[in-house]
């Protein structure tokens, strides 16, 4: 429950991917974010997550919150539910790597992901005071969420291929 989450409302234009939306928050339930994607408005292609969201959740019966998501909650008088990709789990320079080779790719909405644009521009390494040198890894700080978010979409992205042309297979 503690969990922070951040969203990345991503539309695929021909070669592009429009990010047109972000939200993020801490503290909060799966029904929480789930009332949000409802109440963005958005028709949804696919929903995707990370690998943890199979893990289990104390004081849902043992349910993974995939699960809990699937069978859904009621939300202003209705039953919503959702069904999760679950992303690949890959190291976090593999996640950077996709996040460079997609990011030529994208357009941001500049108002609607703002904050979500910001902590990507200060995601950084980690400084080693006592070697003088930056770590190997990146810094574990505020902007750590937004950038793992947009991190599972590159990944959850990568190796997808869009044909431009069609094929004709000749079955016949």
Do not use: Q
């Amino acid at each position: 429950m503690g969990d922070s989450t951040a969203i990345w409302f991503v539309r695929e234009v021909g070669e592009e991917f429009h990010v047109i939306d972000h939200y993020s928050n801490s503290g909060e339930g799966l029904r929480h974010y789930m009332k949000v994607l409802k109440d963005r408005g958005y028709t949804y292609a696919s929903h995707n997550g990370p690998h943890d969201i199979d893990n289990r959740e104390f004081g849902s019966d043992a349910k993974s919150r995939r699960e809990l998501a699937r069978e859904g909650y009621m939300i202003d008088g209705e039953i919503y539910s959702m069904r999760f990709i679950v992303v690949p789990k890959l190291s976090i320079d593999e996640g950077i790597e996709a996040v460079r080779e997609i990011l030529p790719s994208c357009v941001f909405d500049e108002e609607k992901c703002s904050e979500g644009i910001s902590h990507l521009e200060s995601y950084r390494k980690e400084w080693d005071d006592k070697r003088g040198c930056w770590k190997d890894k990146p810094l574990h700080d505020y902007t750590s969420h937004d950038a793992d978010g947009f991190r599972y979409f590159a990944v959850s992205r990568r190796n997808i291929r869009r044909f431009t042309k069609k094929i004709n297979f000749n079955w016949n």
